[in-house]
């Protein structure tokens, strides 16, 4: 039986993921997240999801989905799916439990079924081993896919973890038994991280000495998902007399799901809401809060920027980002921090405090742990997943230290996998793939032309001109009148040699053309921005409007 793997997303970028496996007809697809934006969270656009018409086209033959862990950027794009076919989903109870909430939400039903580590699933010719990983969120799985092609391992985000918080490290026993399998997908986001990450057990002993030497307020900002360190959290308040303040929705919604599926203890006994946030001494407070990205309107924003907000920032206050900067959200953490120290609180953050210990550790396996899974598996093709250019160059390269070259394959989005027989892995086509961006989680497309213009806005600003005509003739009943939106032009000098340049160009028109509103119309547009362009001044959008008399 042959095998085809087509990914619709994570290969070229942090965020997207999507994986269909095909074998005999059928389709399985592992993950199906979204991605938020860089540059583009200006321009209106509230998240990224990949581009499913490859997956449409062929949804009676789909058997399933699998989710690996319960991260958005690997099951925040289902609902759109979902909302087209009712196939089963399969994944760790908190994945599902987030994933239930977000379906709820938007008002789709769902066959949610859970699977823990060891469980097994048979959809159509697709036999699923689900294997415990070490990620920063519980239930996190590894999986193997097997069938008459043979067995794909796909890790998920992973790490191994010799001491993890959760008390059971990485199966690499299970991947052991997948030894010789026909395709590894492996993890690739460390991959230019040489040695091994961080233990979470390293961040626990750091965070409570550093808990314990402070008299004052501390503030922990950290993903709200994540409830292993959420966990530590809850043990460091019992330990050192302080209560629990959970600020920012998710954190207050996964701190109630996590005691609800009893990944969470202890928390009956040190968490309190924040309404009692301002009858307690500062010595026994530990508020745990969203908005380790620098969120607008997160909870750790509007502590330090929201006048209205009831809870705030405090001078003396310890604040830690126990978290690690998405790329691109770099500007919007450094403001953050500027803002907190404004204020009078002192910032920690992993940079500060190096030589000290560490505030956060990495969900993601560095080289050294991207090497033990590849040696224990030793498949007949590697392919590097998850990740940015960069980072799936750097794990190919690092794979090739172990396997030959003709075993190891860099894919990107929309490559056409095939195998066609063992060890023969190659790229046979290109499927359509992209990303699509919406306004509001749910809602409708934001077309790609929106977005530039958008841009071009914010960039330029607009430039409106009113054309007054007389009907039959076409001729200018008065002068062009120029309205500026968003332009740096203090003086009107800029506009005024638009309106001469626009005055010239309709003069220079035919009869003929003259009489055509849309020829006015694109006439008025050239004038305008070959002006600013002669003058050395950002181009502005340029709307053109013509009312005949």
């Known amino acids: 039986m042959s095998l085809r793997l087509v990914p619709l997303g994570g290969l070229g970028e942090i965020g997207m993921n999507a994986m269909v496996l095909e074998a005999s007809g059928r389709r399985l697809l592992i993950d199906c997240g979204l991605m938020f934006p860089r540059l583009e969270r200006g321009r209106g656009i509230d998240i990224y999801v990949p581009e499913l ?17 319960g991260h958005e950027d690997h099951f925040g794009a289902l609902p759109i799916l979902l909302r087209e076919t009712k196939v089963p989903v399969y994944g760790g109870p908190f994945a599902l439990r987030l994933l239930q909430n977000r379906l709820n939400e938007l008002k789709v039903e769902a066959d949610l079924r859970p699977i823990r580590a060891g469980g097994r699933a048979s959809l159509g010719p697709f036999e699923v081993e689900a294997i ?21 391992v796909h890790t998920g985000d992973f790490k191994v973890d010799p001491t993890p918080f959760e008390g059971r490290p990485t199966d690499l026993a299970a991947f052991a ?31 409570r000495d550093l808990v314990q030497s402070t008299a004052s307020r501390v503030v922990v900002t950290l993903f709200a998902s994540h409830l292993i360190r959420l966990q530590q959290l809850i043990e460091i308040c019992a330990e050192t007399n302080r209560k629990l303040v959970p600020l920012g929705r998710g954190m207050v919604e996964n701190l109630r799901i996590g005691q609800e599926l009893g990944i969470l203890h202890g928390a009956s006994a040190v968490a309190v809401d924040a309404e009692q946030l301002d009858r307690l001494p500062d010595h026994e407070v530990l508020i745990a809060t969203t908005g380790a990205q620098g969120e607008p309107r997160s909870a750790l924003w509007r502590m330090t920027f929201d006048p209205d907000w009831r809870q705030k920032i405090r001078a003396g206050d310890v604040v830690v980002f126990s978290a690690r900067a998405i790329p691109g959200n770099e500007v919007g953490i450094h403001e953050l921090i500027n803002g907190l120290w404004e204020r009078g609180a002192t910032v920690v953050t992993e940079e500060t405090h190096a030589g000290e210990g560490h505030v956060h550790a990495s969900g993601h396996a560095s080289r050294d742990e991207q090497r033990l899974v590849m040696e224990a598996v030793r498949p007949e093709t590697f392919i590097p997943i998850h990740g940015e250019a960069r980072q799936l160059a750097r794990h190919i390269r690092l794979a090739r230290e172990a396997l030959p070259d003709s075993q190891c394959l860099l894919a990107r989005d929309g490559d056409i996998i095939d195998f066609a027989a063992p060890g023969s892995a190659q790229i046979t086509g290109q499927a359509p793939v992209g990303r699509i961006a919406q306004a509001t ?21 607009m430039v409106s001109v009113l054309l007054m005509v007389e009907r039959t003739s076409g001729m200018l009943l008065r002068s062009p009148e120029l309205y500026a939106l968003g332009l740096a032009d203090p003086d009107g000098l800029a506009l005024a040699r638009a309106r001469e340049e626009v005055r010239d160009e309709l003069a220079a028109l035919s009869e003929y053309a003259k009489r055509d509103p849309a020829q006015l119309r694109d006439s008025a547009v050239r004038a305008v921005q070959r002006s600013f362009r002669r003058n050395g001044e950002r181009r502005p959008v340029v709307q053109p409007i013509v009312i005949e008399m």
């Open 132 to 152: 415990h990983v070490n990620h920063s969120v519980p239930d996190a799985l590894g999986l193997a896919v097997r069938g008459e092609f043979g067995c794909v």
């Open 177 to 207: 038994r997948c030894q010789g399998a026909t395709a590894l997908l492996a993890d690739s986001t460390n991959a230019e991280r040489a040695g091994t990450t961080t233990s979470e057990e390293v961040v626990r002993t750091t965070l």
């Open 441 to 461: 989680r749910g809602g409708s497309a934001v077309p790609r032309e929106t977005i530039a213009t958008r841009g071009a806005l914010s960039e330029g600003g």
């Open 53 to 69: 018409a490859y997956l449409r086209a062929a949804l009676g033959t789909l058997d399933g989905v699998l989710v690996t862990h």
